[in-house]
């Protein structure tokens, strides 16, 4: 489900072509984690799937119709009885929804996310390791591509997406920002993997030199994406690794010592070498210039920011319905702002939730908060655990859950990252890892 997820769901836009696949492959991956899951995953995070309903069934209550007397005396709805009206037209029977077709598809686009976290709340603690392996895979075949991608041509078939940032490095993905956002999530992975690593010595010196130079290639992976708030996520990145790392213990001395310094010395090398072309690649490209120049996107964000604030404060508390932005942002646009292109996010997902969920998603957002900080609180409690202990993994991962859920919640105050499909899918692992963790902290 990962694989598909990262390979053709990589874009926030709802007209995508992949959609035709994905929407499909997530019913079906729903059904099966009903079927075959759901009795596990009850027994394991039962909190974290009463919140996962919630947010479910907030888009099912915003697609219910109302009687005319109730939705158009609602906040923000006066414009759409006044057209009604003036076409002569009797008031119809509506949802709170302006925009239905909208708030179905943010419906439809939860489908997939919940039938990950029946997944991951059910599955052994071998398969959570082999998750995070898939992950970090993933991570730099993404980065890869995005390599390649900076150094062939802007309009090339490496592009998967039709509206793309097109000369830039996004690899699986349709936006730069998402990109550098998966990118920058590896810092805390690969913080995991290196402290649950098992084997000799010589073994360990080999993984903690490639963790070492991998994370350096990252820094110029995410500086080809051309992403500013990429460089702010990869030194957080960076920062919570350094609070997810655990120190591994070899329990099995080495064979030679001098075969543990030819092996740090090829690992060295081989990664060194690859570094090397990855910063020539990185220095011929266009991202970095792109870095220290001004960018009209930034400047559209602080001019629409007064109109969207206008729009949230008319459809409060109800709001005007999950997943219908651009409707409600165009019923407040001002002649002066309108142009061949639209503004598709309000590119700050609390204020966004604000105008479209109203007071629910304030409490929905309450709630997530209130899970993370017991979640956080028992990782604090178990920070020294021991090694051979038995909920050790589930806390290393849970610790680099916690990071990735903090570094899209910062990422989501400037961007929209939760609105592809492929990173709710990371959003979701990484709410199960912590769920995990704070399971096996109250035995």
């Not at 490095?169 to 998966?182: I, T, W």
């Not at 490639?210 to 992403?227: E, F, P």
């Not at 220290?292 to 964000?301: A, C, G, N, Q, S």
């Not at 920011?305 to 999950?322: D, K, N, R, W, Y």
Request: glycine content about 8%; aromatic content about 10%; proline content about 5%.
């Amino acid at each position: 489900m990962l694989a598909i997820g990262f390979l053709i769901a990589g874009g926030g836009r709802d007209d995508l072509l992949s959609l035709l696949l994905w929407r499909p492959f997530s019913m079906i991956f729903l059904t099966l984690a009903i079927t075959f899951c759901w009795h596990d995953a009850l027994q394991n995070g039962r909190h974290l799937l009463w919140f996962a309903f919630a947010v479910v069934l907030l888009p099912a209550l915003h697609l219910i119709p109302l009687p005319p007397a109730i939705w158009s005396s609602l906040p923000g709805r006066e414009l759409i009885a006044a057209i009604y009206r003036d076409a002569g037209m009797a008031l119809p029977w509506q949802p709170i929804s302006i925009a239905q077709a909208r708030t179905w598809n943010a419906l439809f686009s939860l489908a997939a996310p919940f039938a990950l976290l029946i997944m991951v709340l059910s599955i052994d603690l071998q398969w959570q390791r082999r998750i995070l392996l898939l992950l970090i895979g993933l991570g730099f075949a993404s980065g890869i591509l995005g390599m390649l991608q900076a150094v062939g041509p802007a309009q090339g078939p490496l592009y998967f997406y039709r509206i793309t940032n097109n000369g830039f490095s996004v690899g699986l993905f349709a936006n730069r920002n998402h990109q550098a956002m998966f990118l920058a999530a590896m810092f805390p992975l690969i913080a995991a993997y290196l402290s649950l690593f098992k084997g000799k010595p010589e073994q360990l010196s080999f993984q903690r030199a490639v963790a070492v130079v991998a994370g350096m290639m990252l820094l110029l992976l995410i500086l080809m994406t051309g992403s500013r708030a990429g460089i702010v996520l990869a030194a957080v990145g960076i920062a919570t690794s350094w609070w997810v790392y655990r120190p591994p213990i070899t329990n099995v001395r080495s064979a030679e010592r001098g075969t543990e310094q030819r092996t740090r010395m090829i690992s060295i090398g081989l990664v060194s070498l690859l570094l090397v072309c990855a910063a020539i690649v990185a220095m011929r490209t266009p991202a970095v210039q792109r870095l220290l120049e001004t960018d009209p996107t930034d400047e559209l964000r602080v001019t629409a920011f007064p109109i969207v604030m206008q729009a949230t404060q008319e459809f409060f508390p109800v709001g005007s319905g999950l997943g219908t932005f651009v409707e409600t942002y165009q019923m407040f646009e001002p002649d002066k702002l309108i142009a061949s292109s639209y503004f598709n996010h309000a590119h700050n997902d609390f204020i966004e939730l604000l105008l479209t969920a109203g007071i629910p998603g304030v409490i929905l957002v309450l709630w997530a908060l209130a899970l993370g900080f017991f979640a956080l609180q028992s990782q604090i409690k178990l920070r020294k655990l021991a090694h051979d202990s038995p909920g050790f993994q589930s806390q290393i991962l849970g610790r680099a859950g916690m990071a990735i859920i903090a570094m899209l919640a910062l990422n989501s105050a400037a961007d929209y990252p939760l609105r592809v499909p492929s990173l709710m899918l990371l959003a979701v692992i990484a709410a199960g890892w912590c769920s995990n963790a704070y399971r096996t902290a109250q035995k």
